[in-house]
């Protein structure tokens, strides 16, 4: 099981982080100063993907602009000699092969996956949310595409949630086999506090085998009308074994307000030309701020 293709849901409606998103994909917002989508194509880059099919919709063409090559903006870089920003520019272009294909009803996430059936074309695929950005040595999805290589099975990526929190996320329960390794017993997206079977959450990131495909078709609309691709895992667990792989970094929720704002902060720390000053900034708010 060879894992070289990846799929980028971006069809969402954002409206979570309304009312920015009424005119803006989320997946443009800029964390410092790359949209959060260059961070999860990077992610992905990094781990050996050299084919991604982005799942777009209504209102997101500044996605496909961002990732094309832009020949007037480079031109007019080179005739002023700004060398370093023309050759910035010139690398997203050919960062990796970019595909689109658009969803044309926002009808939930496992939908938009069906839209990746024919691109897959039979083999296993890389599925990577925009929703969370992961800082990490080894990147995020490398660490499942290593498990599901090795155990030739789908695989989900997981972190620990507080408890008060299982409601926004995926939820596995899960049987540890190995540290940070569990074979999943039961999947249900966003139970309640007192449902939930666990705290072991998921976090955007998963690699899928096409049997996917068939369980998406039986999926009932699930949370909030949609065909959540967490149900279809619960449908395939009978035939299917499925592991779960607690992913090892920092892992920012971007589509949150809190969360962009605190990864906008912390990236900004990772980089060399603004850390000090970042740091200076934040030590002098810090004195204002009356102790509460
Ligand atoms: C989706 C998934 C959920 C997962 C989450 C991670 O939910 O349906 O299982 O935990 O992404 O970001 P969303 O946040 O899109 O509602």
């Known amino acids: ?14 409206t979570r982080m309304l009312p920015i998103t009424k005119s803006m994909p989320k997946e443009m917002l800029p ?6 989508i260059h961070y999860v194509v990077e992610e ?22 961002y990732f094309d090559r832009s020949f007037e903006l480079e031109f007019y870089l080179r005739e002023k000699g700004k060398l370093e920003e023309l050759k910035q520019i010139e690398e997203i272009g050919e960062m990796v092969d970019i595909y689109y294909v658009r969803q044309k009803k926002p009808l939930g996430l496992g939908d938009a996956i069906l839209h990746a059936e024919k691109h897959v074309n ?10 969370d950005i992961i800082v990490s040595q080894k990147p995020g999805i490398k660490q499942l595409i290593d498990v599901a290589e090795k155990r030739k099975v789908p695989v989900i990526g997981v972190e620990s949630v507080p408890r008060e929190l299982v409601n926004k996320y995926g ?37 899928l085998t096409p049997e996917i495909f068939d369980a998406l078709r039986e999926t009932p609309p699930g949370r909030g009308g949609e065909i959540q691709l967490t149900d279809a895992l619960q449908i ?23 969360g962009f704002v605190i990864a906008n902060l912390k990236l900004s720390l990772q980089r060399g030309e603004m850390r000090n000053e970042m740091l200076g900034f934040l030590k002098s708010i810090l004195r204002e701020i009356p102790d509460e």
């Open 31 to 36: 964390i410092v100063d790359k949209p959060v």
């Open 44 to 65: 992905a880059v990094k781990a050996g993907i050299d084919d991604i099919l982005i799942i777009t919709g209504k209102g997101k063409r500044a996605i496909e602009d």
């Open 171 to 207: 939820i596995v329960d899960g049987e540890p086999i190995e540290e940070g390794l569990y074979i999943v017993r039961h999947l249900v997206e966003k139970p309640s506090i007192q449902e939930a079977p666990s705290n072991v959450a998921i976090i955007g990131r998963y690699i």
């Open 122 to 131: 039979g083999g296993p695929f890389a599925v990577l949310l925009g929703d």
């Open 1 to 14: 099981m060879r894992i070289r293709k990846a799929v980028i849901p971006a069809a969402g409606l954002g």
């Open 236 to 258: 395939l667990l009978p035939s299917q074994e499925i592991f779960a792989k607690e992913i090892k970094g920092e892992r920012y929720d971007v589509g949150s307000k809190l």
